[in-house]
């Protein structure tokens, strides 16, 4: 016959063991956060703010750089929305440069 035991854990010992796993557990999500943000601060470099001359903070930093892509940004799209004329006449200049047998005069 088999005889069956029963193990008393004191209710002290259940919640020590409780809270030393919540520690545990809070100190290696505590360790993963700090490691992902030590890799983090490692960016590549078109994510950088360059250091501009007189801008004292990295707002007016951030501010400075959005106003120069801004204004690339308004260059592209000035190439990318020139009139059909210009691209035409253009096109047209190259063809007269062609001499009368069609090949093009070096």
């Avoid at 088999?2 to 193990?7: D, L």
């Avoid at 557990?25 to 001359?53: E, G, I, N």
């Avoid at 903070?57 to 106003?67: G, H, S």
Wanted: hydrophobic residues 40%; without cysteine; proline residues 5%.
């Amino acid at each position: 016959m088999s005889e069956s035991y029963t193990i008393y854990i004191p209710e002290d010992l259940i919640v020590f063991g409780v809270i030393a796993m919540i520690v545990v557990v809070a100190l290696m999500v505590r360790r993963r956060r700090k490691s992902r943000r030590s890799t983090s601060s490692v960016r590549p470099a078109a994510h950088r703010v360059a250091r501009v001359p007189g801008a004292s903070n990295r707002r007016d930093q951030l501010t400075t750089k959005i106003r120069g892509l801004e204004q690339r940004l308004a260059a592209f799209e000035h190439y990318a929305t020139d009139p059909a004329r210009r691209l035409a006449t253009e096109i047209d200049e190259l063809g007269s440069a062609e001499g009368a047998s069609g090949k093009p005069v070096a």
